[in-house]
């Protein structure tokens, strides 16, 4: 890929391939950070309550998450990954959330870290890229939770995800490492696959990762 296309990619994916990036450390293609405006942590009887409550300075389609593709948990935090929209396009949005227990019952904290992947800016920063299903997967990896923000243990695993429209997608594999699941989804009309691994080994850069399906 030439000097140009590179630049362009990067303009295209900073507005829209991952299109927030909320936490508190830099999690955003271009280093910004999206925080929450109060800054105050408050917890909720329900995870439909929690998320409708939260704080981001600029603010996710809130009221249109669907249905659960992912969650990961452990006693303090949860992570769960939605089906859901953003300005009437079809996404996959990620929150974080703190955990407690009040009197015996799970609370839930309005989301502390969110991001977000538009299906369709994704197609389309693809096409205009005229990158291979095999480089956006290696662009995944690369754009994708670079700081681990969303990992309940990032000292000692890499969780990665994507979506993918590769026809093959269910048996991926990177680096010689099997998904650890692949979920057919529809996104905007199109059969597609959202994929991750819970723990992605290498020592290799995702540009060198080999990528088969």
Known sequence: MNQ???????????I?????????TAESLKGEEKKNEENVVKFYPSIDKAT??????????????GEQLLSLKDDNHQIIFFKSSYENK???????YQLKLDSGQEQYS????ATQIVWQA????????????????????KMNNPKQTFNLSPETTKLQWGISKAINTPKLK?????ATK????????????????????????PDSMEVTF
Do not use: H, R
């Not at 529809?186 to 991750?196: A, C, R």
């Open 52 to 65: 409708a409550n939260n704080t981001f300075s600029v603010a996710l389609d809130k009221d249109s998450l």
């Open 16 to 24: 829209f391939f991952v299109l927030m990036g909320c936490s508190n």
């Open 90 to 96: 079809d996404t996959i949005t990620v929150y974080k």
């Open 182 to 205: 692949v979920i057919p989804i529809t996104l905007d009309g199109d059969n597609v696959y959202f994929w991750y691994f819970e723990n992605l080994t290498s020592a290799n850069a």
């Open 110 to 113: 309005n989301p502390t870290n």
């Open 174 to 178: 990177i680096d010689g490492q099997a």
């Open 122 to 141: 994704q197609l389309d920063s693809q096409k205009k890229s005229k990158l291979s299903d095999v480089e956006m997967i290696q662009l995944a990896i």
């Open 4 to 14: 140009k296309n590179v630049a362009f990619l990067k303009i295209s994916l900073s």
